[in-house]
């Protein structure tokens, strides 16, 4: 059989829809669709309790409107005091550290201190693809 031959057979039904794989890019893709929800799968796996835990006390840190809010104004590396995020807010300096500070005791801020002032900061920078998705998907 020549290259020809075998290119022919190749179309398969998902979803109802017939998917032609007679061409490279389409067989690219569909492998590339296992690929990754088979290392979805792999990761998953490997969570263990604790770490799944982490990251439930990081998300339902993060579930409320102020440190939502917190964490858009910290995105793409911006380092924020105290004082300049209240500002920002405009909600009392107390309730701006009361905030910060659950963010920052579930891992998902990090501060440092420079002179008189302490910079709060994101601990993963991944973490503002969280507040995008919510943008996005609050959206209409």
Known sequence: MDENSYNTVFSININNRILDLSNGTMLKYL???IFNSI???VEIKELDSGRLETAANMLKAIAHPMRIAILKHLEGGRKLTVTEIHELLSIEQ????HHLGILKDKGVLCSKREGKNTFYYLKYDILSQIVDCLSKCTCE
Not at 94 to 97: A, E, H, K
């Open 94 to 97: 107390s309730t701006t550290s």
């Open 39 to 41: 290392m979805q799968m």
């Open 31 to 33: 492998y590339i669709c």
